[in-house]
């Protein structure tokens, strides 16, 4: 959340710990995927200009790692997949052939992994980005934490920084700035939720945004082996997950790929008039002893058993949720709430907006400004109906209620 009077900004960061990035956030992690996919129609301007901040911004420049980016699968369905993901970076008509390459042999797929043998990559395809890799999340999101301290920007937190409710003119309609938990009070021209999967918790948003979980572990590898893994693409297959290079410390984050894990119950975000049924995140913040169900113990050993053989016998640790609010058409939800004037929302990443992080922001501002372009406004515009639930994805998301492992609390 931000609100501005003359030239003072406040953000309310809604954070027990005084950390950027929220221990809450998604973004709190050591990668993120940069990559093009054009889902939607304003996919392909936002994927360019957010390539060209993170190859050339001197704020964000240190923290995008262009190591490539492969899609791959060997299943029919799958192949099919990509070849039509292929085809729409062909049809943009912009020369995006020129970094995205289709690998159709064997030895076109060992020639971009050569950690893999030719055993496992039997019956492979894949399109090779040269424009992806992947992005330091944390790190990138507390440089530009540091970046607006040093610009005088004033940030809550705890429960100066967890939003209660708008407050509002005496229109009862105009919104004039907001209250957190704690009490205090922030006036504002305008005031901007840009909560996360947080957001459908808050203010009531008619099911448009649906919050999940997604999983990953960590694997710790010795000097050596991270020697052997340092600069690989990303990989990602949409059957089994994706995996990235070794960090600084020689851990591999390792992800499953699935529809993602409710948590539905019943609560009463601000602005509905009674309680009702909302996915309500629960953060490893809040709740440190949490992991992840025992179902994705067995995906993500699918994954690592696909990607990585040789490190099938390695512990795996960090097991984490993470949470990212959908849309039913996986486009933004970046608007005026249509009924509290001056009340902005900035949510629906729909599991695809990090690499956004250097440029969403300016087209925040141009809503703000009513200069936003109308393609832009149309797609992430106020729009109750569709399927949050299951958004663009291969299912529904099935509900953390079904699905066992993943909570430690302390029985009493
Ligand atoms: O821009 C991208 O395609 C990144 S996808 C990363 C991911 O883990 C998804 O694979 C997952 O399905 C969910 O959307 C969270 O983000």
Redesign the pocket.
């Known amino acids: 959340m931000a609100h501005s009077r003359a030239s003072t900004k406040v953000v309310v960061a809604g954070e027990v710990v005084r950390s950027i990035p929220s221990l809450q956030s ?1 973004g709190h992690d050591l990668n ?4 093009i ?1 054009l889902r939607n129609g304003p996919d392909l301007q936002l994927s360019l200009e957010s390539l060209d901040m993170w190859q050339h911004d001197e704020l964000f420049k240190p923290f995008f790692h262009q190591v490539g980016m492969i899609d791959c699968s060997s299943s029919k369905e799958g192949i099919e997949n990509l070849r039509r993901k292929y085809q729409t970076l062909l049809d943009a008509g912009i020369g995006l052939e020129k970094t995205n390459v289709w690998l159709e042999t064997e030895d076109e797929i060992l020639a971009k992994m050569p950690n893999f043998t030719r055993e496992q990559v039997k019956g492979w395809k894949g399109l090779f980005c040269s424009d992806g890799g992947w992005l330091a999340a944390a790190k990138a999101i507390n440089a530009i934490g540091n970046f607006l301290q040093d610009q005088g920007v004033k940030f809550g937190f705890g429960g100066a920084g967890t939003f209660k409710q708008p407050l509002f003119a005496a229109d009862g309609t105009t919104c004039i700035g907001l209250e957190t938990t704690d009490g205090s009070r922030y006036f504002a021209d305008k005031v901007v939720l840009a909560a996360g999967a947080w957001s459908p918790t808050l203010v009531d948003l008619e099911n448009q945004c649906v919050s ?1 979980a ?1 999983v ?1 572990a960590h694997i710790q590898l010795t000097p050596q082996e991270a020697d052997k893994y340092k600069n690989v693409p990303v990989i ?1 297959d ?1 059957e089994y ?2 995996f990235f290079e070794p960090n600084e410390h020689g851990v591999i984050k390792v ?1 499953d ?4 894990f409710s948590r539905f119950k019943q609560h009463q975000p601000y602005g509905a008039k009674s309680p009702k049924i909302v996915s309500v995140p629960r953060s490893h913040a809040k709740h440190p002893t949490d992991t992840y169900p025992d179902a994705s113990e067995i995906t993500i050993r699918k994954a690592i058993a696909r990607f990585l053989p040789n490190f099938q016998e390695k512990e795996l640790f960090n097991r984490t949720m ?1 949470w ?1 609010t ?1 849309t039913a058409d996986a486009n933004l939800l970046i608007c005026e709430h249509p009924k509290w004037k001056n009340f902005i929302l900035a949510t629906g990443d ?6 956004l992080l250097p440029n969403i922001g300016k087209h925040v501002v141009e809503l703000l400004e009513e200069s936003l372009s109308q393609d832009m406004a149309d797609a992430w515009r106020w729009r109750p109906g569709g399927d949050a639930l299951r958004s663009r ?1 291969g299912a529904p998301a099935k509900d953390l209620a079904d699905m066992p492992g993943w909570k430690h609390d302390a029985k009493l």
């Open positions: 998604a993120k995927i940069m990559g996919r999940k997604w990953f990602y949409g997950g994706f992800c790929e699935f529809p993602g993470c990212c959908d729909s599991g695809h907006s990090f690499k994805r």
